[in-house]
């Protein structure tokens, strides 16, 4: 590249200008706290409010929108949706937007990923008051930081197993595993009944969803307070152990996500640890094909189900007090019963409402697999936790450490390194 | 004789294996397009499924919007293309037939540009965009390409080749530059043009990353964002729609090149073969 | 990396200077536009991805930068992962480039030898490089499948076992650059195609005059007429070999155990999941600086050869 001196210096400082024009246009946007200001303060006089989501919040959002601008003229909600594909690249639209000064009032985001929010672009908190009166408040421990409700829960889901019936009572199988002990018991009948691998826990996608779940519900924290890993101990070892189990004995194929649901849906499969999310789909796929069900997610022996929450939600981003009110009653008319009702029945998730929840109990296909969801009475946890920006790559370690799991590698070595690295990271 | 009939029964064979290699992934895709949802995945191996669903389509059509989506695209690829042309024959043809200094040194920053991925600049040239109000616009999918670096490179390796007695005549004849290029130079570099037209299609109406990131109003949605409906990871992939919707957004494309294979063809030997 | 098709273009363009002096306006007019453009949406961005290296660069709201010196270089050398994406890219270009390359130009001698229906084999087998590659990922997902999919019933019929094609970390790889392949020998064998339609005739009735056919007149005859576009096809191979990002995005995403993750994908994972922008650029610098030593490199070689 033989560019001349002057032209060299001409292009330096042609970058220098550019380079303090986006810092300066982006340093604007300031995130400081607002006072919680009420709707009844504010003048909807040429408010806009912004609301970026997921394909999945597009019946929510262009529902509310007109209930919305009808009660406040004068307020414009504007709709940007995403065609991302996931909540990771949900979450990448969302911080290039705030980068390019286009900060949302309202965004929809993934449950693992409330903490990077919360640390890293100060949401406003949600007021439970601004939700309606039958909005489920147990659902309100999953969107709360430090004591504060950031988030509001909208399609929620825990993990579930999902049964291949046939298979399992073609081997003389007859009780659903609720432990992970009788899990891998019932797999070693199955798989003496058909030879191949009967049972798949996520690899990657969510890997790291059923291993918080397995870690809490042995009675351990997933994330220690001072932000380190929670299962770097015995107990955690134990708790993680059914990976290593299940290798050991050819019990689990080391494939993807992906592959596995295809091997649900296609009959190979026996349990497969996944979302209700899928049971639509499943239902479709399958229509009569085998008998299947969805039930409890095996919890590790001796322990208690505290499974976290995956699934989406709301968070206000609004820099302005009374933006921020009106941003967060939005959302209480996103969670409108019938909206509930509506996206549980399509994508089986479970109710945040306790009105959409009776209905629900009311359909006939509340006891079908597709119901699990609806009948779900738990309390779910929050899901992640890993402080400040750390979440992405700590996810990764996560999904290297189950990879590494299911190849069969010790479990006591392998957490080891993985926490070590988790730690280096979460640093 | 008879040796030559044998040759020709085994290139026939290599031919059909070769042929099936390449499209069996694509035969599969259209069988799981107008598959039913029972045997849209793993039926077997057999090509054509046990059940049909031409609602796929009807899927495809309806919830990604893909009318509007293939307009779009439509338009963002043809004026993307029509203003790569604007810039990059006159250019070419200056790279490929005129002399003046500091050329060669501008030619190697269009090779340069050719090696920058487009991965490493699509935020400052997004932050850019966005600083300037352009983003969520139609001119912000179409005005970062306004000049290919792969285009330049092509063209002038095809111009170089056009006889200079062409030019000088026309020179002769009291054109000025306009006319040169319309009347001589476009005609002499016709294939090369239909090659580069057709990559540059082929690439942004496929193109996903750019279009992510400043397209979202849905009224600005291009075909491979229109896809992502039915790519939601966590209620499962729709694979019949999917497969419809892939199927509809790339027959425009092989028509294309059904019509442009003549030219085309022609086109990037006749820059390379000397004589 | 180019220097070699460029000499021709440079011999040609001599004799004009000698007819025509004083292009030097009209050379820069129409040379403008077209940089212009260049320069405002490649190189402008470029650099300053080059100039993000040496920067904490923080995304959040406020998007400070924070002087970093040479740390987001140090950070990059030393990961790892970085390191394994950066030699999973050398094997990915090994396994793809030369491949595509001789399948390519095999694929279109065959093509080339058909009379009647030439048109016909020449669009089937250009199809493979205009499908979607996300609906593709989800065929070839099929056809990898470790139970049921195709690659392995094939396999299992001539009695090996199943090959976890993309779920094990050896073998993912080379089934992600097969399809590579798959997608790069289709457009290598539409443009040696070309190279070959327009061989002129009388070179092939001089051959057949002088009894040359066959693997003779292939090595001595077509494939040094067919040189100057091979030249062409390499670099575009070379290209599309090392910036290879869709194919893994949509089938492996770097999976598993980061045994397919290549320097772009790995640009992006820091860039836009790690929200590392510093450390993104850095790599993607590094990618640039290896790709220009290279090109510098094959020119130098060239020219040694051919001088």
Redesign the interface.
Same mark, same amino acid.
């Not at chain 2, 991965?119 to 600083?131: E, M």
């Not at chain 2, 005005?143 to 000049?147: D, G, L, V």
């Not at chain 2, 075909?223 to 409906?229: E, G």
């Not at chain 2, 085309?264 to 006749?270: D, E, L, R, Y």
């Given at each position: 590249m033989s560019f001349t001196r002057r032209r060299r210096r001409a292009a330096v400082s042609v970058i220098a200008a550019l380079t303090l024009g986006l810092v300066a246009a982006c340093g604007g946007g300031s995130s400081e706290t607002a006072t919680a200001a009420s709707t009844a303060d504010c003048s909807p006089d040429g408010v806009r409010l912004t609301v970026t989501y997921a394909p999945y919040g597009e019946v929510a959002a262009g529902l509310a929108k007109p209930i919305f601008e009808s009660r406040y003229p004068g307020l414009t909600v504007d709709l940007r949706p995403t065609s991302t594909v996931g909540y990771d690249d949900l979450t990448q639209q969302i911080v290039t937007d705030i980068a390019g000064g286009a900060r949302p009032d309202v965004a929809m985001i993934g449950t693992g990923q409330l903490q990077f929010w919360v640390d890293r672009y100060g949401p406003q908190p949600i007021d439970p008051a601004a939700l309606k009166p039958t909005y489920d408040q147990r659902f309100l421990e999953v969107g709360s930081v430090r004591d504060e409700v950031y988030f509001a829960p909208f399609q929620v889901s825990v993990p579930v197993l999902y049964t291949n019936l046939d298979l399992t009572t073609g081997a003389g199988v007859t009780e659903l595993p609720t432990t992970t002990g009788e899990l891998v018991e019932s797999a070693r009948r199955v798989k003496g009944g058909s030879g191949s691998a009967p049972v798949q826990i996520p690899r990657d996608q969510i890997a790291d969803w059923p291993v918080q779940a397995f870690v809490q519900s042995a009675g351990l924290a997933y994330v220690e307070a001072d932000g380190g890993p929670g299962f770097d101990s015995p107990e955690g070892v134990r708790a993680l152990g059914i990976y290593e189990q299940l290798a050991a004995d050819g019990l689990i194929d080391p494939i993807s996500f992906a592959d596995a649901i295809t091997a649900f849906n296609t009959g190979r499969l026996a349990y497969f640890i996944s979302t209700p999310a899928l049971a639509a789909q499943a239902q479709e796929t399958i229509g009569g094909a085998f008998e299947w069900t969805v039930s409890d997610f095996p919890v590790p022996d001796g322990g208690d189900p505290r499974l976290p929450a995956g699934g989406n939600g709301w968070i206000v981003l609004s820099d302005d007090a009374c933006r921020a009110a009106y941003s967060a009653e939005l959302i209480g008319e996103m969670l409108s019963p019938e909206i509930i009702v509506e996206s549980s029945k399509k994508f089986s998730y479970i109710p945040v409402d306790r009105e959409a929840a009776e209905a629900l109990a009311a359909d006939p296909a509340v006891s079908s697999p597709m119901g699990y969801a609806w009948r779900y009475e738990g309390t779910p946890t929050r899901f992640g936790g890993w402080p400040g920006d750390s979440t992405p790559r700590v996810n990764v370690f996560v999904e290297d450490m189950v990879q590494r799991l299911t190849r069969g590698e010790p479990t006591q070595q392998v957490v080891a390194d993985m926490s070590a690295r988790i730690r280096s990271a979460v640093r | 004789m008879k040796a030559d009939y044998y040759w020709r029964i085994v290139?026939a064979g290599?031919?059909a294996v070769?042929?099936m290699?390449?499209?069996f992934?694509?035969v599969?895709?259209v069988r799981?397009s107008v598959a039913g949802?029972?045997s849209?995945?793993?039926d077997g191996?057999s090509p054509i499924p046990s059940s049909f669903d031409l609602g796929n389509f009807e899927r495809a059509w309806m919830l990604a919007g893909l009318g509007t989506a293939m307009f779009n695209g439509a338009v963002v690829c043809i004026a993307i293309l029509a203003i790569q042309l604007?810039?990059?024959v006159?250019?070419?043809?200056?790279? %490929?037939?005129?002399?003046?200094?500091?050329?060669?040194?501008? #030619?190697?920053?269009?090779?340069?540009?050719?090696?920058?991925?487009t991965?490493?600049?699509?935020?400052?040239?997004?932050?850019?965009? +966005?600083?300037v109000g352009l +983003?969520?616009t139609l001119v912000a999918l179409i005005?970062?390409?306004? +000049?290919s670096?792969f285009g330049? #490179?092509l063209l002038?390796?095809h111009m +170089?080749?056009i006889p200079?007695v062409l030019?000088?005549a026309a020179?002769v004849d009291g054109l000025r530059?306009p006319s040169i290029l319309w009347r001589v130079v476009v005609p002499a570099s016709g294939p090369a043009i239909a090659?580069f037209a057709v990559l540059s299609i #082929?690439v942004h109406w496929?193109d996903?990353l750019w279009?992510?990131?400043v397209?979202?109003?849905?009224a600005l949605?291009t075909?491979?964002?229109?896809?992502?409906?039915f790519?939601?990871?966590?209620?499962?992939?729709?694979?019949g729609a999917?497969?419809a919707? %892939?199927v509809i957004?790339?027959a425009p494309?092989?028509v294309l090149?059904?019509i442009a294979?003549r030219r #085309?063809?022609?086109?990037?030997?006749?820059g390379?073969?000397?004589? | 990396m180019s220097a070699p098709t460029l000499r021709p273009t440079a011999r040609a363009a001599e004799s004009t200077r000698a007819r025509f002096s004083g292009d030097a306006w009209l050379g820069a007019v129409l040379v403008t536009p077209a940089m212009l453009a260049l320069v405002l949406f490649v190189v402008t961005p470029g650099l300053l991805a080059f100039v993000a290296t040496m920067f904490e660069i923080d995304l959040s709201g406020r998007t400070e930068w924070e002087w970093a010196g040479l740390d987001n270089v140090r950070a990059v050398m030393t990961d790892p992962a970085v390191l394994q994406s950066l030699a999973n890219t050398l094997i990915y270009s090994v396994l793809t480039i030369v491949p595509s390359l001789v399948i390519g130009l095999a694929l279109a001698l065959l093509a080339n030898s058909l009379g009647r229906g030439r048109p016909l084999v020449r669009t089937l087998l250009f199809l493979p490089f205009t499908a979607n590659l996300v609906a593709m990922a989800v065929v070839f997902r099929f056809i990898f499948d470790l139970r049921g999919g195709l690659a392995n019933t094939v396999l299992g019929l001539a009695g090996v076992g199943p090959i976890n094609f993309l779920g094990d970390t050896a073998t993912a790889l080379p089934t992600v650059a097969a399809v590579g392949v798959w997608r790069c020998a289709a457009l290598a064998m539409i443009l040696f195609l070309a190279g070959l339609t327009s061989i002129p005739t009388a070179v092939h009735e001089a051959a057949a005059a002088d009894g040359i056919s066959g693997w003779v007149k292939l090595r001595w005859v077509v494939l040094p007429l067919l040189k100057p576009i091979t030249i062409f096809v390499t670099v575009l191979m070379i290209l599309q070999s090392v910036q290879v990002f869709d194919t893994i995005n949509v089938m492996t995403q770097g999976g598993p155990l980061g045994s397919t993750e290549t320097v772009l994908t790995m640009v992006w994972r820091l860039g836009f999941t790690y929200y590392d922008l510093g450390q993104g650029a850095a790599l993607s610098t590094m990618l640039l600086i290896l790709l220009i030593a290279v090109g510098i490199l094959r020119r130098r070689s060239f020219s040694g050869e051919s001088r």
């Open positions: - | 290139r290599c031919v070769v042929v290699i390449a499209v992934p694509l599969w895709m799981t949802a029972d849209v995945i793993l191996l604007l810039t990059c006159p250019a070419a043809y200056a790279f %490929a037939k005129l002399r003046f200094r500091g050329r060669d040194a501008v #030619f190697m920053v269009v090779v340069a540009c050719l090696l920058i991925p991965q490493a600049t699509a935020l400052p040239l997004f932050l850019g965009i +966005s600083a +983003s969520d005005i970062p390409f306004a +000049s670096a330049l #490179f002038r390796q +170089s080749t200079d030019l000088e020179r530059t090659t #082929f496929n996903y279009p992510l990131m397209a979202r109003d849905p949605r075909p491979p964002l229109a896809l992502a409906v790519q939601q990871a966590e209620i499962g992939l729709d694979f999917l497969a919707g %892939a957004i790339t494309i092989v090149f059904l294979q #085309f063809v022609a086109g990037i030997a006749g390379e073969i000397p004589g | -």
